[in-house]
């Protein structure tokens, strides 16, 4: 007998909890399930054949009778007669012929019981066909080698509708008299007398069976998806008789049958685990030894597992906490075991991660507050050199008062751009430097750009935060006169009701007829702009910057969307809270210079 006394805690538990139940419950299970499989094997194995036996025999007899169904045509001289012919006088007698043999074709092999789709009868390419349903495709005759034959689905362009399974019987028509071939008639046959049949054998929605033909092409499957596939006929050993097999890592008993007549497989495949459901009795006798045994072990064990379960509990709980966020954990466990020496590196890894956690907080505001910074105190190097050089060639054609115009509105940009005191200004300043901007691209464009600034509220009364525009209107220019002679750029300001309750908000409409945006650049813009607007800052887009500032300082219901169609031009909305009082801006100020300070 082992001398528990020596050995660590988690060696004692191991060992009670194998001796009392492992060891036991495993070699009873193990024993009584293999008994039990192999008799299920083989009494199922012996079974199942038989019946697949029955079955084939019952599909060659419908089979036998829907190979007797072409002789039909013999009844008719009139038919006869029909098919003789080789060639039509005038389409009239054509389509009366057509008419006389589609009706014969529907009143003789169409009736309740028979499971047909159609009857395709042709004769020196021409078609008389009568079917249940509308079909497509058979815009000509197939090569079916002459002599009788079958064709499956896989093999046929032809398609009816609500794409039902099925297969060609095809077989020649002889002119006994005349000692020729006249056509060929094809019976469209529905796979459902098939399953009516299998179905009967079906006794568990687990099982598949199927029918196959000798070089595995699927005839017809429980599964539909499955027809017209090729199974690996190397994976069948046996013809006839069962066996077994592996399926995903899961073992599988497959019966197969070969019928005699048609040469067909039929295939029946159940999982072990569904046949041995039925095992009440063993499952009974095992789920009471296994209760029994491991109510014991628990009276046994709990007084030893006690004070290790609980304090790992209680880790576990603190753990959860930690991954939703919670740093201000501590685990106060006195003890000097193992338990102890975890609670001792979990606290101190959990202190650790606080630390960093807010070193990286800091830095991360800071340098995303400077890239801001950067971004609000930047005029396009493009756009003045651009703008010089307008004004140059002004000068060289003795254009003064254009010169004079266009260095003023340029002074006004560079007071507006330069006096960085103040992030957030009156909405008519904001305007004011997008006119004056608008303007100076109008004498550097001239008629290729036309604009309009369109207000239904008194500008000077409102807030905005700077640069929120300006970054817009250089999309719509740079990218609307790559592509257009002309562009047309309006914006609109107006009032609306609040998002917040009780509340107003500012929005600016900016559209313009220029080139668009792409499907997937405005799906990628959009996936953007519903992200987190503070982390993808950096996604090289000025409109998705301006989107963040917004939300940074307003919220993330407020900001930007963004509708554009290719060619037709972009629509793009600007949302921010209606800010009248100088104590709101200030708050707004102090934001963002607490989160430049960090």
């Known amino acids: 007998m082992l001398n528990l006394r020596n050995y660590r805690l988690r060696s004692k538990l191991i ?141 046929t362009d032809l398609r009816f509708k609500g794409k039902p399974p099925f297969f060609l019987i095809v077989k020649p028509i002889q002119d006994f008299e005349n000692r020729r071939t006249i056509g060929t008639i094809m019976l469209a046959v529905r796979l459902t007398f098939i ?44 013809a006839n008789g069962s066996f077994r097999s592996y399926k995903n890592g899961e073992r599988m008993l497959v019966s197969v049958s070969e019928s005699e007549r048609m040469g067909w497989i039929t295939v029946h495949r159940i999982p072990f685990k569904y046949l041995t459901e039925q095992a009440e009795m063993v499952k009974d006798f095992v789920i009471g030894i296994f209760i029994a045994i491991v109510l ?50 979990f606290n101190s ?50 254009e003064k008062e254009t010169v004079v115009e266009m260095v003023t509105l340029l002074g006004k940009m560079l007071r507006f751009s330069l006096s960085n005191k103040n992030r957030i200004v009156t909405m008519d300043r904001e305007v004011e430097h997008i006119r004056n901007y608008l303007l100076i691209q109008k004498y550097r464009f001239e008629q290729r750009l036309h604009f309009t600034i369109d207000s239904d509220i008194e500008l000077q009364h409102y807030y905005s935060p700077k640069f929120i525009l300006q970054p817009i209107i250089e999309n719509c220019i740079k990218h609307g006169l790559e592509t257009r002679k002309g562009l047309n750029i309006s914006v609109e300001v107006f009032k609306v009701q609040g998002i917040r309750p009780q509340t107003e908000d500012i929005t600016i409409i900016i559209r313009d007829n220029g080139a668009g945006i792409d499907h997937e650049t405005l799906k990628m813009i959009h996936r953007l702009l519903r992200s987190d607007p ?12 301006v989107h963040a500032r917004i939300a940074m300082l307003f919220g993330v219901e407020y900001g930007l969307a963004v509708e554009s169609e290719p060619v037709e031009g972009t629509e793009i909305v600007i949302r921010i809270p209606a800010i009248t009082d100088l104590q709101t801006v200030e708050k707004y100020e102090r934001i963002e210079d607490e989160s430049y300070r960090g």
């Open 296 to 345: 014991a072990t628990i009276i046994i064990s709990v007084f030893m597992a006690w004070s290790v379960s609980r304090p790992i509990y209680k880790l576990s709980r603190l753990m959860r906490t930690v991954e939703n966020g919670n740093f201000q954990v501590d685990l106060n466990i006195q003890s000097k075991d193992e338990i102890g020496i975890l609670a001792r590196s």
């Open 15 to 155: 060992i009670t909890y194998l001796l009392l139940t492992v060891v036991p419950i495993s070699l009873l299970g193990y024993i009584s399930y293999s008994q039990y499989t192999k008799s299920i094997e083989g009494q199922v194995g012996e079974y199942i054949p038989k019946i697949l036996d029955q079955a084939n025999e019952n599909i060659d007899k419908q089979m036998e009778e829907l190979t007797y169904a072409p002789e039909l045509l013999y009844n008719s001289s009139q038919v006869l007669s029909i098919l003789r012919k080789d060639s039509y006088p005038t389409r009239s007698e054509f389509l009366n012929d057509r008419f006389t043999m589609n009706s014969y074709l529907s009143s003789t092999y169409f009736t309740e019981k028979n499971s047909l789709l159609g009857v395709f009868v042709w004769t020196k390419q021409r078609l008389f066909s009568s079917t249940t349903v509308s079909y497509t495709g058979f815009e000509k005759e197939p090569d079916w080698g002459g002599g009788d034959g079958m064709i499956l689905q896989h093999e």
């Open 195 to 238: 399953e009516s049949v299998l179905m009967s054998i079906k006794d568990q929605d687990e099982a598949e069976i199927w029918i196959m033909n000798r070089q595995g092409r699927v005839i017809y499957h429980t599964d539909p998806e499955q027809i017209g596939t090729v199974e690996n006929m190397s994976a069948f050993p046996l």
């Open 534 to 545: 503070i982390a993808k800052r950096d996604s090289g887009y000025g409109l998705i910057n």
């Open 349 to 398: 890894m959990v202190s650790r991660i606080r630390e960093l956690v807010q070193l990286n907080y800091h830095i991360e505001i800071r340098q995303k507050q400077a890239e801001l910074y950067a971004l609000q105190s930047q005029i396009n190097p493009h756009f003045m050199y651009n703008t010089l050089e307008t004004i140059s060639m002004a000068v060289e054609e003795d």
